[in-house]
């Protein structure tokens, strides 16, 4: 086989515009495609919690439940400062519940009270708690 055997064309205008179309289409799905596995690779792996500024204001919020009056426990948990403690004690002796290295068993108990208490659902909780939605479903 020789090289003078094959026969070059230029390409109509139709047929680049074609060719151009079809690349740019490979290109979009590449791009597409990218994104999803970005996407879906934070979600999996990346740690999601909140930055430091929104940990200080949760911690403000929580010293306030816990240690504030025992109306404002009532309030908003149900249960007075004495029976939450107890509670919360009570479940870290037997085994019952641990704490994870974001949340402690209070913070837990705490949602977990604040939503029975209030009939919430979970992005009022994460809301309040300054949580992510996934934090607070766990607990």
């Given at each position: 086989?020789?090289?003078?055997?094959?026969?070059?064309?230029?390409?109509?205008?139709?047929?680049?515009?074609?060719?151009?179309?079809?690349?740019?289409?490979?290109?979009?799905?590449?791009i597409?495609?990218?994104?999803?596995?970005?996407?879906?690779?934070?979600?999996?792996?990346?740690?999601?919690?909140?930055s430091?500024?929104?940990?200080?204001?949760?911690?403000?919020?929580?010293?306030?439940?816990?240690?504030?009056?025992?109306?404002?426990?009532?309030?908003?948990?149900?249960?007075?400062?004495?029976?939450?403690?107890?509670?919360?004690?009570?479940?870290?002796?037997?085994?019952?519940?641990?704490?994870?290295?974001?949340?402690?068993?209070?913070?837990?108990?705490?949602?977990?009270?604040?939503?029975?208490?209030?009939?919430?659902?979970?992005?009022?909780?994460?809301?309040?708690?300054?949580?992510?939605?996934?934090?607070?479903?766990?607990?």
């Amino acid at each position: 086989m020789n090289h003078s055997s094959f026969v070059t064309r230029r390409l109509t205008n139709a047929e680049n515009e074609e060719i151009t179309k079809k690349r740019k289409i490979i290109v979009g799905y590449n791009i597409v495609i990218s994104v999803a596995i970005a996407v879906w690779w934070q979600e999996r792996h990346l740690v999601k919690e909140p930055s430091e500024d929104l940990r200080g204001a949760r911690e403000l919020y929580l010293r306030r439940l816990y240690y504030g009056s025992e109306r404002a426990c009532k309030e908003q948990l149900r249960l007075s400062k004495d029976a939450f403690n107890s509670l919360c004690r009570k479940l870290r002796e037997n085994g019952l519940l641990r704490e994870t290295c974001y949340v402690s068993i209070e913070e837990a108990v705490a949602m977990f009270l604040y939503v029975l208490a209030h009939n919430l659902k979970n992005r009022v909780v994460k809301f309040q708690f300054m949580r992510y939605g996934e934090t607070v479903s766990r607990h």
